[in-house]
């Protein structure tokens, strides 16, 4: 800040008055600002309030003293002295508190990865007084800081935050209008930003990307989405089959971090998704020796053939139903322990192929699948026993007997098969039911609880690190489970395709920025919670401080809050530290 003056002509002579101007930083340059008026000073009253935009704290009671010294900016006469300027410590006033440390810590990540750059790069300004890169920031900040929609971010989200500070773009600036645009703009470049930020959390972090995650979601429409060719109805992970959707295949490294995605109709099986998925990837990354990990739902003939043509190395999900094939080896009690409670064994193909069969033997999943049987088998008994009480009181057709069965079996298909159950007509064309159970089955399913099964094609490697592949699926379960919760990917309110897509390539930003904060804090250990620490370091504040003097002069300044004990301890494992007194080259 600094002191300038300014001149008016009054009753035809010139008279000077002073104002108190700050600059700073925007992208389109640096810019002033006035920040208050200070009428008509003297040389002592000039010094003072140009050494009071830097005071130097003193403490007496009530009131605070601020001294002031030369500024060679306004060349004071060296005769004049400085003098003091008395602070009225009662009227000191906070204004325009607003969130900080959320959006300041979303731009440190970014920043680290340099998402900042790629984007001032690729996204021309054009002749807009905003460039579509700041908008897109915007958009990013907004999905992790407070998932919401691109009207509650221009009304509300920007102005209650830091974020006019951070970026240098006015509040004024920002309408949904150009936060729609700035969809349009940033989905083009999909492809180049995957690839970047592949290349980059790699450097960052040592990662290797040799085991490769695949998994599929799928996420709905708010709305009927006609214009969207891809908005179709499928079997939904989120259990709104009365709702569009489209479904989202994911691409994530053994520790959780994306590497691609795809966006594929809503009617779209997850096994048909496979060779589009695989063929993009080695397309864009190279077809090095990695490794494929798949669950059960990505089993196909056509995929296995595919997959062992290209010489490509994989671990996939089996269907329980192939057990039946390894009865004999279920029974031997020659397993692997990999873990507490979990054990395995490798099996040779029944066909007689390259293919190797890990069986797997899990005791949590064990008491999990007998509580689950034993759940639907007392709801079959029951309603069996109420389906017979009503034959005996009245004359019913054998057809309706057997459709309420039927519905009876579907609803708790895990007990379904030990039921043997027979509707018959008597002479008089009543409906009789009667029913038994199959110990046979009971049996079997006493064997096979706890149990799964895996496929594949590598020779080299034991059954622990085949095992260990394949649990790590669970890393890609979990990027769908924080993009539904916390970054809020469904329901989805675009009715455009275009639109609908740049909203997912939103979303995956967001992510990779949450990916990079967790390993952050995985380094500096404090666990993998990168929600909490956003909620913790969100509570920091910037305000301005408005000083009233004993002159009529207001000193205004603009701070950011002192971190509490715990928002100290978690900057520093983190190396962050926060502004004091806010500048933007600071960021």
């Known amino acids: 800040m600094f002191v300038r003056p300014c001149y008016r002509f009054k009753d035809g002579k010139r008279h000077a008055y002073w104002s108190l101007v700050e600059s700073y930083r925007t992208e389109r340059g640096p810019r002033q600002r006035v920040v208050a008026y200070l009428g008509r000073l003297d040389e002592e009253g000039r010094l003072g309030v140009q050494e009071a935009v830097t005071p130097k704290e003193r403490n007496n009671d009530h009131q605070q003293h601020l001294p002031f010294t030369d500024d060679e900016a306004l060349h004071p006469d060296p005769d004049v002295q400085p003098r003091w300027v008395t602070v009225n410590a009662s009227a000191v006033r906070v204004e325009n508190c607003v969130q900080f440390g959320g959006p300041w810590l979303a731009l440190r990540l970014i920043k680290k990865l340099g998402l900042d750059e790629f984007l001032h790069k690729h996204l021309s300004g ?38 006019p500070q951070l970026l240098g773009v006015p509040v004024a600036r920002i309408n949904e209008t150009r936060l729609y645009r700035a969809l349009d703009e940033l989905l083009p470049h999909k492809e180049e930003l995957e690839v970047f930020l592949k290349n980059r959390l790699g450097e960052l972090f040592d990662l290797a990307y040799d085991l490769l995650l695949y998994d599929v979601t799928s996420t709905y429409f708010e709305g009927q989405a006609k214009g969207n060719p ?17 479904c989202i295949a994911l691409v994530v490294s053994r520790c959780g971090m994306p590497i691609g995605y795809e966006v594929f109709d809503g009617n779209r099986t997850d096994s048909t998704t496979v060779e589009t998925i695989v063929t993009t990837m080695e397309s864009r990354y190279g077809k090095a020796n990695r490794v494929w990990a798949m669950d059960r739902g990505m089993l196909s003939k056509a995929n296995i053939k595919f997959l062992q043509e290209g010489g490509r190395r994989y671990v996939i999900g089996t269907p329980k139903s192939m057990l039946k094939q390894f009865e004999r080896e279920l029974l031997d009690e020659s397993w692997d322990h990999v873990r507490e409670g979990v054990e395995v064994k490798l099996c040779k193909s029944p066909d007689g192929d390259k293919e190797t069969f890990i069986l797997c033997r899990s005791r949590d999943r064990l008491e999990k699948e007998k509580a689950i049987f034993a759940r639907f088998e007392s709801r079959i008994e029951e309603g069996l026993k109420k389906i017979q009480a009503s034959c005996e009181k009245k004359k019913q057709s054998a057809v309706k007997i057997a459709e309420r069965v039927g519905r009876l079996k579907g609803a708790n298909s895990r007990a379904a098969r030990l039921f043997d159950v027979k509707v018959e007509e008597d002479q008089e064309g009543r409906a009789k039911l009667t029913w038994n159970k199959k110990e046979s089955y009971r049996k079997w399913a006493a064997l096979t609880d706890g149990c799964y099964i895996l496929r594949s094609n590598i020779t080299d490697w034991s059954s622990e690190e085949l095992w260990r592949a394949y649990i790590q699926l669970t890393e890609a379960e979990l990027a769908f489970r924080i993009q539904k919760s916390d970054l809020r990917i469904r329901p989805v309110w675009h009715q455009k395709e275009d639109r609908v897509l740049a909203h997912i390539l939103i979303c995956f930003l967001a992510y990779v920025i949450w ?52 928002q100290s301890i978690l900057l520093d494992r983190l190396g962050l530290e926060p502004p004091r007194q806010f500048e933007t080259s600071d960021l």
């Open 126 to 163: 054009g002749r807009a007084h905003v460039s579509w890169s700041s908008m897109a920031l915007i958009l990013v900040i907004c999905r992790l800081c407070k998932p919401s929609s691109e009207l509650y971010i221009a009304e509300h989200f920007y102005r209650e935050t830091a974020l």
């Open 230 to 246: 891809q908005a179709q109805f499928g079997y939904s992970r989120d259990k709104r089959s009365d709702c569009r959707q489209v």
């Open 515 to 566: 990916k990079t904060l967790a390993q952050m804090c995985r380094a500096a250990g404090l666990g993998n919670e990168p929600r909490r620490l956003f909620d913790e370091l969100g509570e920091l504040r910037m305000m301005d401080v408005v000083l009233p003097t004993s002159e009529g002069i207001e000193i205004r300044r603009r701070c950011v809050g002192r971190p509490n004990e715990h």
